[in-house]
Structure formats: C-alpha cells, structure tokens
C-alpha cells in the first residue's frame, strides 16, 4: 500500500473511532464478565447462608478473589465468616452490603469507559463533518474562482473580439482614423477588465462593487456614485454575487464603449422580497428595436450578455432611454436560490 494511502488512513478522526471502538468492546465483555460473576456470587452467598457448608464458603472466596485482591476492607470481612460462630449470618450480611457497594464501584467504572468511548466517537464525528464542510467550501471556492476566470474569457471575446475584428477591417480597407480609434479602445478595454477582475472572493460585495468604480472612474475618467441600503446584498451566494459583479461589469463596459457619458450611477434596493439594481448614465441612449450599423452591429451583445446573466439569478433586466440609459435590473427572493 503506498505510503500516501496509508498516512490518509491514519487521520486523527479515525485513530479516534479505532481507540473508541477498542474501549467500548473491551468494557461491554468486561462489564458482561462482572455481572455474570456478581450473579453467580449472589446464588453462593445465599447457598452459603441456607446451608453454612464450609465448600461454599470456599466458593465464595475463590470468587471474590477478584474484588477482594485490591480491597483490604472487603477481604477482611471475608475473612471474618465463620461457619461455626453465632455471628455467621450478621458477619455474612456486613459482607454481603460491601461487595454490593464494591459493585456499584466497580460497575460505575465500566459506564464511565462506555461514555468516554462515546464522547470519543462523537468527536471523531464532528471532526470528520468539519473536514467535510472544508472540503466543500474549498471546491466552492475553487469553483467559484474557476467560473470568474471563465466569464473574464468570455468578456475578452465579447468585449475587445469586437475591436479587433473591427481592427482588422479597417487595416484591410486602410483605415488609418478609426484604425487608431479601436486601437486605444481596445488597449483601454483591457486595462479595465483586468484591474476590475481582481476580486477579493472573501470580500463583501459592496466593496468589490466600490473598487469596480474606482478602477472605472480611474481607466475612463467618467464621474460614479453607489448608493446601497439592501440587506439582500449581503445574503447572497458567493456565486451570485460573482455572476452580479460581471453583469455590472459588463454593464460598465457598455456606458464607456457606447454612451458617450460623463456620469454613472449604481444604487442597489430591496422593495419587498425583490433586489433591485439600478445602473444610470446621462449618455445619448440607444435604441434596442434598431441595431447600429458600426462596430459590426456588435453593440448589441453586451445587453444579451446583460440579459443571459441576470436570467441565472432568476431575475428580469429593463434598458430605459430616460435622456440616457437607465438598466433596471430586479431578482426575486435573491437569498432563497
């Protein structure tokens, strides 16, 4: 057996379960052994007692020899039994009450190794739960970090794809002006979602969602603002709130590819068992019954992208011209997924 199987074997829970298991049995035999010979004890003493027979007598401490080895006061009172005194039946009376109590001694250690080896076995339990419950939560995590990394690809080939291919057309037709246009747009593009892709895993949302901003207003020079009062926000699974990290992402990479604005705002309510997400901007609008002709009618994507994400929070999406682009986004009881 390979060294690695072996030492996975001896973990602490099932050293733990292997002495527990060892204390219970080797107590209940013992324990059954006592009670048989108590019993056996109890049918002589009362042979003894009927018929002051000097062989029962005998009988009696040939039996007793195991609890009166380590007792000097019950051996005594053995000792004190006298066939053929008047003070044979009180002697065997005295006698009989401290083997009782002897017993009781005795039979209270047993119970007391059976408890200890159950506490044993339900420590072992729990560590083996709590080993389990880490394991989870590191497959979640590792999970969670490895659905991150597929969404930034796909906000890559979503995203910048568009500008290189639009990159290409405009080399191939000698473009120079827009050429260069799509260029910076691209590189800019980049920036941002790599500095908007760190996020911490263990951090709250809102936090993610304030460093989201900042790298935003940083890359783009466009002025933001978040406004948060939901408790929701806070309930949400790590996956949840990873998937709604990326749709205001994506969100925010639309306002700086397409609207032309100056000013965005993010605020995050509940109203009844809804969240409610509203990200504004004051750019020029769009129209989403008549699909541009630049770009490869590419402009379209990021709201489908919008629409998929929030449809796997079990929620519904809303592009508003209102004198710029307002996406009102509501998902229905958020923390019971």
């Known amino acids: 057996m390979p060294k690695k199987n072996i030492l996975s074997i001896f973990t602490i829970e099932y050293l733990l379960l292997f002495i527990a298991a060892g204390i219970f049995s080797s107590t209940i035999i013992f324990k059954s052994m006592a009670e048989k010979k108590m019993t056996e004890l109890d049918q002589v003493i009362i042979e003894l007692q009927e018929t002051k027979n000097p062989d029962a007598l005998n009988k009696v401490k040939e039996l007793c020899f195991s609890f009166t080895y380590f007792d000097r006061e019950l051996n005594s ?9 008047d003070s044979f039946e ?6 009989q009450n401290e083997l009782h109590k002897k017993q009781r001694t005795v039979f209270f250690g047993y119970d007391s190794y059976l408890y200890s080896s159950i506490i044993l076995i339900i420590i072992a339990v729990i560590e083996m739960l709590i080993k389990k419950l880490s394991q989870k939560n590191e497959y979640n995590r590792i999970k969670t970090i490895e659905e991150e990394q597929k969404k930034f690809s796909r906000n890559l080939h979503d995203g910048v794809a568009q500008d290189l291919a639009a990159i290409r ?10 050429l260069s246009f799509y260029t910076e747009r691209a590189l800019s593009e980049v920036r941002y979602l790599i500095d908007s892709s760190r996020y911490e895993i263990d951090d709250d949302i809102e936090t993610n969602i304030k460093t989201m901003l900042s790298i935003f207003e940083t890359n783009y020079e466009i002025e933001t603002k978040f406004l948060s009062t939901s408790t929701f926000i806070s309930r949400l699974k790590k996956e949840d709130e990873i998937e709604l990290l990326y749709i205001i992402q994506e969100a925010l990479s639309n306002i700086s590819r397409h609207a032309n ?17 509203l990200i ?7 129209s989403q019954e008549k699909p541009l002709e630049d770009e490869q009618n590419h402009k379209h994507w990021g709201i489908k992208n919008i629409r998929d994400r929030v449809q796997l929070l079990g929620g519904t999406v809303d592009f508003i011209n209102n004198g710029g682009t ?3 986004i509501r998902i229905k ?5």
Do not use: M
Request: aromatic share 4%; glycine share 8%.
């Open 77 to 85: 009172k053995l000792n004190e039994i006298d066939t053929g005194t």
């Open 90 to 95: 009180i002697t065997v009376a005295k006698f």
């Open 169 to 178: 057309l405009c080399q191939s037709n000698g473009d120079t002006e827009n």
């Open 261 to 277: 604005a100056t000013k965005v705002k993010i605020t995050i309510t509940d109203v009844k068992d809804e969240l409610r997400i």
């Open 280 to 286: 504004i901007d004051n750019g020029k609008g769009f």
């Open 326 to 328: 307002t996406i009102a």
């Open 333 to 337: 009881n958020p923390v019971s997924r």
